[in-house]
């Protein structure tokens, strides 16, 4: 079991939590909740070893089109990049869809 954390730069707070996926075979969940600071904080707890450049790599890409001030937890079971992507956006979609509920 591998453990990873990654820092990225936010310009907007985030006010409600979500969380999608769920941890099995070849799949993982993504728990996105407010942060304290104008930061993204990851955290990555992982079952396959030695692909933190691969981790990084996704991470940066998704970053570089997300903004918020969040705290993700992301609990792998060996999902591919393509998943990992997906249910980042989901965590973010259902966050926001979340936040619009409540001011509405």
Do not use: C
Not at 35 to 45: G, I, Q
Not at 86 to 102: I, S, W
Request: net charge negative; charged share 20%.
């Amino acid at each position: 079991m591998e453990q990873m954390t990654f820092d990225y730069p936010a310009q907007r707070a985030i006010t409600t939590r979500a969380h999608v996926g769920v941890v099995g075979s070849g799949d993982l969940e993504v728990l996105l909740s407010p942060a304290d600071a104008m930061k993204a904080s990851v955290t990555v707890r992982t079952s396959v070893d030695g692909y933190g450049h691969i981790w990084k790599s996704v991470l940066d890409r998704f970053f570089t089109r997300y903004d918020g001030a969040a705290h993700i937890e992301i609990n792998d079971f060996g999902a591919t990049p393509g998943v990992v992507a997906l249910r980042l956006a989901e965590a973010v979609e259902a966050a926001e869809a979340n936040d619009q509920g409540a001011s509405a």
